[in-house]
């Protein structure tokens, strides 16, 4: 039995909110983990220093860095986007659901229980950004070769700036319902507009110019690299500019935390706590579809201005393409594999490699993979209700089937719109073409694996610490896809590259396609299997 | 028409459903009645064909209900409204009506003929919010939207009238009989005598699983098999 000690007095109020501002705090690191963390995170800048003796040609260098200072500001708004639409189901203060009814429902300052809580989430947000501007320091200095100091100083300087900005900005959006439905309403616009910034910027260098002064994403990039590139124009201006609008939006954020509403606060904890659980579990699917329900409450009615089309057969995939256009967050997936692969193609571990091309497929299979997963969400939908098609003409198998054609043609047309990409970029058509030949026949591997991994149940913690079983499990929902497009897809033309002897390309391409076909033909008997074991 | 025959559903030692037979022709409404745990929703699920039962045929039309070659054919004909509507989380109400209209093949006035149900069942205030979003009653409402828009030949529904207020369950009731009168085989339960006056055609009472009576309204409901479930007819008027 607990036993309470008698209270000495009745706490003065000033007291009382001490408590309260402490109750939520993590005990304090010893003073032996922050140097252990401080030589941890230092290792890396201090072997780097070491090996400065790298030869780097002095020309690649320049390139890199303006390749970097070109597309860093897009990259950098891009991530401002997405903290946005964090911003709209979880925030910077998150109290537990038991708070939120008693304390904050209790005559006690809200301000005074937010504001340790928001600045924690601020120093959060600039230690993050200052490790990942650490991190980017780092990369650059494998490949340039500047003073150490002054790089690392001012990529960690820029990266705390913009964590600082990036947490304010989730505090901004959670003080107001309208703000949070409007991030939701215009990021799909937004993240549009910032493709295209990105497409003119390759395609037209000087523009980058105008987009590096736009705002804090540009400012914060132009401080990082002028670290690296001893100065740039303007960078002491940038500087200047990022710290006010970094200070300023915490500080307003800071004072404003009163404004934050209950029902908000109450609605974000909810959110916030079934998405830990769900992932505490390792319910991945769970978890998504609590941040999707958190912020379906957000959004107004939707949009009418296509009016669906009068054929029973086209209803599925329309509504499924309708789906995909509300909650575009493939398309953010698609553009941070581009630039994933993109990075990964002007780094010098890639370069080092004897043949890059390798090390780009797979990560290109990966990123496809993972763009697919979110592409038949509306199946996972499907499989997750088993019920509401009760009223549709249809089997639930065939239902299934139908809502694969959607992913099948958006999967199919990106594939070829990168191609294209690589062809305007001035890749050699011997290259495009048997690329996007064998990246054709990766689409139904692809879908057909994420379709049985959308089909099966979420695999819990139990199911993953069963030894070989959830080994099998996880296997079966994440890797099967990316594996099997790799070993029977890429794995003919990898024969080409690596063989002792040259092949014949015909002999390639007819490997290539029987054994897709035949393993697609495999997993597709999988999965109608599969289907038939689902109730409805 | 609906034709069911020695229907029998048990799980495991428990015999949900015992030789259960049932004819419904075209343009006639027929009431289950009876106590919780009687077989009411055993019944109704293996009749639309939802359930398959351990022993019996369900013939729908001709077609037998039990075939998978004639799944979607029976889909087709029979709508069915359970006792829990489902929906999709991602979908409005105005979106799941219009589905469900179009892709039964509603033809050109789909669109109108879900926007007039909507207004009918008072819906269209609500048309544009999620399910989640609406009370238990409007779930209901919407749910027996999408059972109505569409086309059908036979009508199963499982305690239909469940969180309805008032003048919703006055509009169902002219809803069934309309559906009846325009030649459609429809099945109700409810353990509310008073529902059903007026509206079934013939009324069966199960008790344990079993058809304890079967009849016109009044007979079925003034049998002693009625009186031990606790029903009384209830005066139409």
């Not at chain 1, 200070?247 to 004072?255: D, E, I, P, Q, R």
């Not at chain 1, 299979?365 to 009760?390: C, H, K, N, W």
């Not at chain 2, 409204?81 to 105005?94: I, K, Q, S």
């Amino acid at each position: 039995m607990t036993t309470i000690a008698p209270s000495a007095g009745v706490p003065t109020r000033k007291e009382l909110y001490r408590r309260l501002s402490e109750m939520r705090r993590f005990p304090s690191p010893s003073p032996w983990y922050r140097l252990y963390l401080v030589v941890f995170l230092s290792s890396p800048a201090l072997l780097v220093a070491i090996d400065a003796d790298v030869e780097v040609a002095p020309g690649r260098s320049v390139v890199l860095l303006e390749a970097v200072g070109r597309w860093l500001p897009v990259v950098l708004a891009g991530g401002l986007l997405t903290v946005a639409r964090v911003g709209t189901w979880a925030g910077l203060a998150i109290p537990e659901r038991a708070e939120v009814a008693w304390i904050f429902s209790s005559p006690v300052s809200r301000s005074s229980l937010l504001r340790p809580r928001i600045r924690r989430g601020l120093g959060l947000g600039a230690a993050v950004g200052a490790v990942v501007g650490y991190l980017g320091g780092l990369l650059l200095l494998l490949e340039v070769d500047p003073p150490v100091a002054s790089a690392l100083s001012a990529a960690v300087g820029a990266g705390a700036l913009y964590g600082l900005f990036a947490a304010a900005l989730i505090g901004w959006i959670q003080a107001s319902e309208a703000r949070a439905q409007a991030v939701l309403r215009w990021s799909p616009a937004l993240a549009l507009v910032l493709v295209t910034v990105g497409v003119v910027v390759a395609i037209w260098p000087p523009v980058a110019g105008v987009v590096s002064w736009s705002g804090p994403w540009g400012w914060t990039s132009k401080v990082a690299l002028a670290g690296v590139a001893g100065g740039g124009p303007g960078w002491q201006t940038a500087a200047a500019l990022t710290a006010v609008v970094a200070v300023a939006a915490a500080g307003w954020t800071l004072v404003t935390a009163h404004r934050m509403p209950v029902e908000e606060l109450a609605r974000r904890a909810d959110a916030v706590s079934g998405v830990r659980a769900a992932l505490f579990f390792l319910d991945v699917r769970q978890a998504a579809e609590l941040r999707r329900s958190a912020q379906r409450t957000l959004r107004r009615a939707p949009s009418r201005w296509i009016r669906p089309p009068r054929r029973a057969s086209l209803i599925i995939p329309w509504t499924d393409l309708r789906e995909l256009v509300r909650a575009p967050g493939w398309v953010l997936t698609i553009g941070a594999t581009i630039g994933i692969v993109s990075l990964a193609a002007t780094s010098r571990a890639v370069q080092a490699v004897r043949e890059p091309l390798a090390v780009l497929i797979g990560l290109g299979v990966v990123g496809s993979a993972i763009v697919t997963m979110q592409l038949v969400a509306a199946l996972r939908t499907e499989t997750s209700y088993p019920f509401a098609d009760r009223h549709l003409p249809w089997r639930a198998a065939r239902v299934a089937w139908m809502h694969l054609l959607v992913p099948t043609a958006v999967l199919t047309l990106a594939v070829i719109g990168a191609w294209a990409g690589a062809r305007v970029a001035g890749t050699g058509v011997d290259v495009v073409v048997p690329g996007l030949a064998f990246s054709l026949l990766a689409v139904p591997l692809l879908i057909l694996t994420a379709a049985l991994g959308a089909s099966l149940p979420p695999a819990s913690v139990d199911l993953l610490m069963q030894g070989d079983a959830g080994v099998l499990a996880f296997w079966s929902r994440v890797f099967v896809g990316p594996q099997l497009t790799a070993a029977v897809v890429f794995a003919p033309p990898a024969l080409v590259l690596y063989a002792p002897e040259p092949l014949a390309t015909t002999d390639v391409m007819v490997t290539a396609v029987f054994w897709s076909m035949l393993v697609s033909l495999g997993l597709g008997y999988w999965f109608d299997r599969r289907l038939r074991t689902i109730p409805g | 028409m609906l034709e069911v025959r020695g229907l029998t559903k048990r799980y495991g030692q428990l015999a949900a459903l015992e030789d259960f037979d049932l004819v419904v022709p075209a343009g006639l409404c027929v009431g289950l009645v009876g106590h919780n745990g009687s077989g009411k929703s055993t019944a109704v699920q293996c009749l639309s064909a939802r359930m398959r039962p351990t022993a019996g045929t369900v013939t729908i039309d001709g077609l037998d209900g039990l075939d998978e070659a004639h799944g979607e054919e029976v889909r087709r004909r029979v709508s069915y409204v359970g006792d829990a509507p489902a929906f999709y989380p991602d979908l409005t109400v105005r979106e799941h009506v219009e589905l469900v209209a179009i892709a039964h093949g509603a033809g050109r006035g789909s669109l109108e003929a879900a926007e007039a149900l909507l207004e009918e069942v008072d819906l269209t205030g609500r048309a544009d919010f999620r399910p989640h979003q609406l009370s238990a009653g409007m779930r209901q409402k919407a749910h027996l939207a999408c059972a109505m828009v569409r086309p059908f030949d036979v009508l199963v529904l499982d305690e239909p009238a469940g969180h309805l207020d008032g003048a919703a369950t006055a509009w169902l009731v002219r809803a069934l009989a309309a559906a009846r009168d325009r030649g459609a085989a429809v099945v109700v339960t409810s353990h509310d005598p008073g529902f059903l006056a007026g509206l079934a055609d013939e009324v069966v009472v199960l008790v344990e699983g079993r058809i304890g009576a079967q009849g016109s309204y009044l007979d079925a409901l003034s049998s002693d098999a009625a009186r031990r479930s606790g029903l009384r007819p209830v005066d139409p008027s």
